[in-house]
Protein backbone atom coordinates (compact mmCIF):
# COMPACT_ATOMS: atom_id res chain seq x y z
CA UNK A 1 0.00 0.00 0.00
CA UNK A 2 3.17 2.34 1.20
CA UNK A 3 4.53 1.40 -2.70
CA UNK A 4 0.89 2.29 -4.59
CA UNK A 5 0.69 5.73 -2.44
CA UNK A 6 4.26 6.67 -3.40
CA UNK A 7 3.61 5.70 -6.97
CA UNK A 8 -0.06 7.70 -6.79
CA UNK A 9 1.72 10.95 -5.25
CA UNK A 10 4.11 10.75 -8.21
CA UNK A 11 1.81 10.70 -10.81
CA UNK A 12 -0.40 13.35 -9.33
CA UNK A 13 2.77 15.59 -8.63
CA UNK A 14 4.22 15.07 -12.15
CA UNK A 15 0.97 15.91 -14.04
CA UNK A 16 1.10 19.37 -11.64
CA UNK A 17 4.67 20.13 -12.51
CA UNK A 18 4.84 18.53 -15.88
CA UNK A 19 7.79 17.05 -14.61
CA UNK A 20 9.56 13.95 -13.80
CA UNK A 21 12.39 15.77 -11.80
CA UNK A 22 10.28 17.54 -10.00
CA UNK A 23 8.12 15.07 -7.90
CA UNK A 24 11.23 13.01 -7.14
CA UNK A 25 12.96 16.14 -5.62
CA UNK A 26 9.54 16.35 -3.14
CA UNK A 27 9.44 12.65 -2.69
CA UNK A 28 13.37 12.85 -2.16
CA UNK A 29 13.15 14.48 1.48
CA UNK A 30 10.45 11.33 2.89
CA UNK A 31 12.92 8.35 3.52
CA UNK A 32 15.11 10.86 5.69
CA UNK A 33 12.26 11.81 7.68
CA UNK A 34 10.47 8.31 8.15
CA UNK A 35 14.32 7.55 9.42
CA UNK A 36 14.64 10.33 11.30
CA UNK A 37 11.46 9.55 13.32
CA UNK A 38 11.89 6.13 14.34
CA UNK A 39 15.33 6.91 15.31
CA UNK A 40 13.97 9.23 17.24
CA UNK A 41 11.90 6.89 18.91
CA UNK A 42 14.59 4.09 19.59
CA UNK A 43 15.26 5.80 23.12
CA UNK A 44 11.76 5.96 24.23
CA UNK A 45 10.65 2.94 26.62
CA UNK A 46 7.11 1.94 25.00
CA UNK A 47 6.65 -0.37 22.33
CA UNK A 48 5.94 1.25 18.72
CA UNK A 49 2.30 1.65 18.68
CA UNK A 50 -0.25 2.83 16.64
CA UNK A 51 -0.42 6.11 17.82
CA UNK A 52 2.82 6.57 16.81
CA UNK A 53 2.63 5.28 13.12
CA UNK A 54 -0.02 8.52 12.56
CA UNK A 55 2.69 10.78 14.16
CA UNK A 56 4.84 9.43 11.53
CA UNK A 57 1.99 9.26 8.70
CA UNK A 58 1.99 12.74 9.96
CA UNK A 59 5.04 13.94 9.90
CA UNK A 60 5.69 12.42 6.28
CA UNK A 61 2.77 14.55 5.07
CA UNK A 62 3.82 17.71 6.87
CA UNK A 63 7.35 17.13 5.34
CA UNK A 64 5.58 16.51 1.68
CA UNK A 65 3.84 19.28 1.68
CA UNK A 66 6.45 22.10 3.14
CA UNK A 67 8.62 20.28 -0.15
CA UNK A 68 5.70 21.22 -2.28
CA UNK A 69 5.57 24.61 -1.30
CA UNK A 70 8.90 25.63 -1.24
CA UNK A 71 9.16 23.83 -5.28
CA UNK A 72 6.05 25.99 -6.05
CA UNK A 73 7.36 29.29 -5.21
CA UNK A 74 10.95 28.76 -6.40
CA UNK A 75 9.63 27.64 -10.07
CA UNK A 76 7.46 30.69 -9.48
CA UNK A 77 10.57 32.56 -8.77
CA UNK A 78 12.25 31.11 -12.19
CA UNK A 79 9.44 31.69 -14.53
CA UNK A 80 7.97 35.05 -13.55
CA UNK A 81 11.70 36.37 -12.54
CA UNK A 82 14.14 34.56 -14.66
CA UNK A 83 16.22 33.26 -11.60
CA UNK A 84 18.72 31.20 -11.65
CA UNK A 85 17.40 27.65 -9.66
CA UNK A 86 19.54 28.39 -6.44
CA UNK A 87 18.95 31.65 -5.93
CA UNK A 88 15.20 30.62 -6.42
CA UNK A 89 15.06 27.79 -3.99
CA UNK A 90 17.30 30.38 -1.09
CA UNK A 91 14.98 32.61 -1.86
CA UNK A 92 11.89 30.15 -1.56
CA UNK A 93 13.21 28.47 2.15
CA UNK A 94 13.68 32.90 3.27
CA UNK A 95 10.39 33.70 2.42
CA UNK A 96 8.32 30.77 2.87
CA UNK A 97 9.90 29.84 6.27
CA UNK A 98 7.32 31.63 8.51
CA UNK A 99 4.28 29.87 7.02
CA UNK A 100 6.05 26.41 6.42
CA UNK A 101 6.56 27.02 10.36
CA UNK A 102 2.69 28.10 11.20
CA UNK A 103 1.34 25.08 9.37
CA UNK A 104 3.66 22.57 10.89
CA UNK A 105 2.89 23.71 14.33
CA UNK A 106 -0.31 24.21 14.04
CA UNK A 107 -0.79 20.64 12.83
CA UNK A 108 1.77 19.46 15.27
CA UNK A 109 0.08 21.01 18.38
CA UNK A 110 -3.57 19.66 17.13
CA UNK A 111 -2.24 15.70 17.13
CA UNK A 112 -0.44 16.47 20.21
CA UNK A 113 -2.00 13.81 22.90
CA UNK A 114 -2.93 15.44 26.49
CA UNK A 115 -3.53 12.85 29.36
Same mark, same amino acid.
Given at each position: ??????????????? $?? *??????????????????????? $????? &??? &????????? $?????????????????? #?????????? *????? &??????????????? #??? $???????
Amino acid at each position: MIAAALITVYLVLGV $LY *ESYIHPLTILSALPSAGVGALVA $LIPLP &QRF &QRDRLIGIV $LLIGIVKKNAIMMIDFAL #AAERKEGMKP *EDAIY &QACILRFRPIMMTTM #AAL $LGAVRWP
